[in-house]
């Protein structure tokens, strides 16, 4: 059974950058669709009783509606981690030294990391992930991730219109740099970055 957890923090605890109204239909109705819809979608097939991983792996390119929901659970369950109030700020030691070999540096990886949301046609994220030991950014449509790309995500940014829409309207671009500036929570893509690299 997926479940959906509350948001680590309060429904108004990313204001100015993610309003309150945002959160209430983002993780509230969004999300929790997903997570509805991934229950009764695994009963009965070959998924069910597997870890989250498996599921979006295995139900990719064999059944869309299963990897669909499964996958937006997948990807939302860490994007509310992957934020926190008063988030950006500097990076951790061990992930600016790992941007730095594989991208170029920090602020190389933020352009990059922008541009990723800003170019993704239509809805999906925005990634960065281990893959063969390196740092990669890179885009995915819908509820695809790097998982299914054979890369770990360590953080991703949902671009999907529910996410900025009522903040920032049309400017995607705003909302990812205020994304990246305000609301990256670093500690969990350390934990992450740790986790993908053990
Ligand atoms: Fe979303």
Excluded: C
Excluded at 19 to 28: F, I, N, V
Excluded at 30 to 58: M, Q, R
Excluded at 93 to 99: H, P, R, T, V, W
């Amino acid at each position: 059974m997926f479940t959906l957890t509350d948001l680590p923090y309060s429904h108004d605890a990313l204001q100015p950058y993610m309003s309150k109204e945002t959160l209430e239909y983002h993780h509230d109705k969004h999300h929790l669709a997903y997570v509805n819809n991934g229950n009764n979608l695994i009963k009965g097939s070959e998924w069910e009783g597997k870890s989250i991983e498996d599921v979006v792996v295995g139900s990719f390119g064999k059944n869309a509606g299963l990897f669909n929901n499964v996958g937006q659970h997948y990807n939302h369950m860490h994007f509310w981690n992957w934020m926190k109030p008063n988030g950006g700020g500097s990076v951790p030691g061990k992930i600016e030294k790992a941007l730095v070999e594989s991208i170029g540096s920090v602020d190389k990886f933020k352009e990059d990391f922008i541009a990723a949301g800003t170019t993704q046609f239509g809805s999906g994220w925005a990634w960065l992930s281990v893959k063969d030991g390196k740092l990669v950014v890179s885009k995915t449509q819908n509820g695809e991730s790097p998982l299914v790309h054979g890369a770990k995500p360590i953080l991703g940014v949902d671009v999907w219109e529910h996410s900025y829409y009522i903040d920032y309207r049309n400017r995607r671009p705003d909302y990812l740099k205020a994304f990246v500036e305000h609301l990256i929570n670093w500690d969990y893509v350390l934990e992450m970055y740790e986790n993908a690299t053990s």
